[in-house]
């Protein structure tokens, strides 16, 4: 079984900067892309940022020069660095991965259970 554990949400002011950390564990062959989305109240789930198993990366043009997602395959675990914060940043996060549980397995997508963070002007 495979979990995705995100932690380092919190409340925060505007301004200020939070570290997102998520971990795979379980039974995993390999992963191939990580991600960070978001959801605020009465919103979409939206991409904020992705990034391959290579270190390549996107982001959403909501976030671009002020987030930064980042990854140790050696951990299989996914950060988000996220400065310069705005009330508009307030949501619930989640990670998610597309991983091979086990060679016969074809990649799957697995998600985390979310992480609140809240950003106040």
């Known amino acids: 079984q495979v979990q995705l554990v995100e932690s380092g949400g919190g409340l925060v002011h505007a301004g200020e900067s939070l570290t997102l950390s998520c971990a795979a564990s379980g039974s995993i062959f390999s992963i191939n892309a990580m991600g960070w989305y978001r959801q605020a109240p009465g919103k979409q789930r939206e991409t904020v940022a992705r990034?391959?198993?290579?270190?390549?990366?996107n982001y959403a043009d909501s976030v671009k020069g002020r987030f930064a997602i980042s990854r140790d395959n050696a951990k299989n675990t996914v950060y988000l660095q996220m400065n310069s914060l705005k009330p508009e940043d307030t949501a619930v996060y989640y990670c998610?991965?597309?991983?091979?549980?086990?060679?016969?397995?074809?990649?799957?997508?697995?998600w985390g259970q979310g992480t609140q963070v809240t950003v106040s002007s």
């Open positions: 990034i391959t198993s290579g270190g390549s990366t």
């Open positions: 998610n991965a597309d991983l091979r549980p086990s060679p016969s397995n074809w990649f799957l997508t697995y």
